[in-house]
């Protein structure tokens, strides 16, 4: 049997990658019939936190993300390279509903005006910041029996608004209306507006 990402035989349990080692094999296939376990009793979420550093120069008005830094816990880690590449995606998309991405409509119609990749601005590599990921590896058996939770979404949930804090403290202006633009940082405080 398959418990808690080990292989039960009796009262022995085996690790799968000792077993596949001693057998010479690098992968295996079997077939099981799995049920979810009872989900009334427990949440289970995958949980994150996102730390980001901008710079903002107002002398020639650029503002970027230079470091983001995000602890994510997804239960059991089962692949530490596609986990990673799924955060760090999800990151720089991040980045791009903060300050880059809006869809702008047509008032007399309803469709969208920059449809396309020449008009709809999303982050290229050269807005990518240094990205830091840190994988907490706690297994959830709880929920299944890898202890795996899921890892699509979290990477991008809540860092628009870790960035929207990041340029609140780093220009003093905050703003609620994304994506933060130049324009939006630029425009003066309504009491000093003439």
């Given at each position: 049997?398959?418990?808690?990402?080990?292989?039960?035989?009796?009262?022995?349990?085996?690790?799968?990658?000792?077993?596949?080692?001693?057998?010479?094999?690098?992968?295996?296939?079997?077939?099981?019939?799995?049920?979810?376990?009872?989900?009334?009793?427990?949440?289970?979420?995958?949980?994150?936190?996102?730390?980001?550093?901008?710079?903002?120069?107002?002398?020639?008005?650029?503002?970027?993300?230079?470091?983001?830094?995000?602890?994510?816990?997804?239960?059991?880690?089962?692949?530490?390279?596609?986990?990673?590449?799924?955060?760090?995606?999800?990151?720089?998309?991040?980045?791009?509903?903060?300050?880059?991405?809006?869809?702008?409509?047509?008032?007399?119609?309803?469709?969208?005006?920059?449809?396309?990749?020449?008009?709809?601005?999303?982050?290229?590599?050269a807005d990518?910041?240094?990205?830091?990921?840190?994988?907490?590896?706690?297994?959830?058996?709880?929920?299944?029996?890898?202890?795996?939770?899921?890892?699509?979404?979290?990477?991008?949930?809540?860092?628009?608004?870790a960035v929207a804090?990041?340029?609140?403290?780093?220009?003093?202006?905050?703003?609620?209306?994304?994506?933060?633009?130049?324009?939006?940082?630029?425009?003066?405080?309504?009491?000093?507006?003439?």
């Amino acid at each position: 049997s398959f418990e808690q990402g080990q292989l039960k035989s009796g009262d022995k349990t085996f690790a799968i990658a000792d077993v596949l080692k001693a057998q010479k094999q690098s992968s295996a296939f079997g077939e099981a019939k799995t049920g979810m376990n009872d989900t009334s009793k427990h949440s289970f979420r995958s949980f994150g936190v996102h730390f980001v550093e901008v710079r903002w120069d107002p002398g020639i008005s650029r503002l970027r993300v230079s470091r983001v830094v995000s602890a994510i816990d997804v239960g059991k880690v089962i692949n530490q390279k596609t986990a990673l590449n799924q955060v760090e995606g999800a990151i720089v998309m991040g980045v791009g509903m903060a300050l880059f991405e809006a869809t702008d409509f047509d008032e007399r119609n309803g469709m969208p005006v920059n449809n396309n990749y020449a008009e709809y601005v999303v982050p290229v590599h050269a807005d990518q910041p240094e990205i830091d990921v840190i994988l907490l590896d706690y297994p959830d058996f709880e929920l299944n029996e890898f202890g795996a939770r899921g890892i699509g979404e979290i990477g991008i949930t809540g860092l628009a608004a870790a960035v929207a804090n990041a340029v609140s403290h780093a220009t003093g202006k905050r703003i609620r209306d994304l994506p933060i633009t130049l324009d939006k940082l630029m425009e003066l405080p309504p009491t000093m507006k003439v």
